[in-house]
């Protein structure tokens, strides 16, 4: 017995000297997991998206389907189930409409986009590809830093997608670029392969071979290698509406008084329509009107029969 305490007390001691050096030299361990499901409701396309994302995030885990669409207080106990510091929940709403909710649970804050322009992977055949696994790059454009609520988006976004070294089913390497730009208001992802071609060799690709021709002549050294960006998808615009304090609820502390719901746009093609009809309607009443009025319909009224018609000099 004397033997076993020894033993644990002398790796115990090891571990606290270990972890006291890990602490003194000022490294801290990237630990973020991220929660993906989506609610009932969702089409293909809204669940093809789905599966795009988790493929690039190796340090994603997949759920099944919420069955509630207003308590949504109970992703954090989800997320903490699955020991996950990161949510992102597709909400679909009439078969149409998809957002996107990212919190951090479990004290916040929760950010709402608005998804719209969705194309996958498959849907458009992009000729890139990367390692499944691979960690990506992230590039954001400097007008996040413009606005607060840009800035806290941006932190938000780095977060989720960015896979941390050493995480658990991703690989140590680089070969992929995603890029968040802002315009009219949105947030516009793209996913970029990287590729790496010597100077003297030819792309097969017409425009990245341009691009490599014209960094060759620029390069002094032969031996340099040459980047062109291969788009791999998926793709999509967000519109922010709504950022809350805290995880799925508490105050809102930002929203964008630009944003319209789809349901209101769809609401106004209607009326448009409808007063289109409601013109054509009015229209036809008149011309019925008209008619009657000149005598030229029977049913609403007769014309005045002269004293030359035959029907009276040969009655």
Same mark, same amino acid.
């Given at each position: 017995m004397a033997a076993v305490y020894k033993s644990l007390s002398r790796t115990n001691r090891e571990r606290e000297k270990k972890d006291e050096g890990a602490t003194s030299s000022g490294v801290r361990k990237n630990r973020q997991r991220v929660l993906i499901l989506s609610s009932r409701g969702v089409t293909y396309r809204h669940r093809h998206l789905l599966n795009d994302l988790h493929c690039?995030?190796?340090? *994603?885990?997949?759920?099944?389907?919420?069955d509630t669409k207003t308590k949504l207080y109970q992703l954090n106990e989800l997320a903490d189930l699955y020991n996950c510091n990161?949510?992102?929940f597709f909400e679909a709403r009439k078969a149409k409409?998809?957002?996107?909710? #990212?919190s951090k649970p479990p004290n916040g804050p929760t950010v709402k986009f608005h998804l719209q322009n969705l194309h996958t992977m498959e849907e458009l055949h992009f000729p890139g590809n990367c390692l499944k696994g691979s960690r990506p790059v992230l590039s954001f454009d400097k007008r996040f830093e413009e606005h607060a609520h840009w800035r806290l988006i941006r932190e938000m976004l780095g977060q989720v997608f960015g896979v941390p070294k050493g995480a658990r089913k991703s690989k140590p390497f680089v070969d992929h670029v995603m890029g968040f730009s802002i315009a009219d208001g949105r947030i516009w992802v793209r996913c970029y392969q990287i590729?790496?071609?010597?100077?003297?060799?030819?792309?097969?690709?017409?425009?990245? /071979?341009?691009?490599?021709? /014209? *960094?060759a002549e620029e390069s002094t050294n032969p031996n340099e290698?040459?980047?062109?960006l291969t788009e791999i998808g998926p793709r999509f615009v967000m519109t922010p509406t709504i950022v809350q304090e805290s995880s799925f609820g508490?105050?809102?502390?930002?929203?964008?008084?630009?944003?319209? *719901?789809?349901?209101?746009?769809r609401a106004e093609i209607r009326l448009r329509k /409808?007063?289109?009809?409601?013109?054509?309607?009015?229209?036809?009443?008149e011309r019925v009107l008209k008619k009657g009025e000149l005598g030229l319909r029977t049913? #609403?009224?007769?014309?005045?029969?002269d004293e030359l018609d035959d029907g009276v000099l040969f009655a």
């Open positions: 690039l995030l190796p340090h *994603s885990r997949k759920d099944a389907k919420l990161n949510v992102l409409d998809l957002y996107l909710w #990212i590729n790496e071609t010597e100077a003297g060799r030819k792309n097969p690709s017409a425009a990245a /071979a341009t691009a490599a021709a /014209a *960094s290698h040459t980047l062109s508490g105050p809102i502390i930002y929203q964008n008084k630009e944003f319209v *719901s789809p349901n209101v746009v /409808a007063g289109r009809y409601r013109r054509r309607e009015e229209e036809k009443v049913s #609403i009224g007769a014309r005045e029969r």
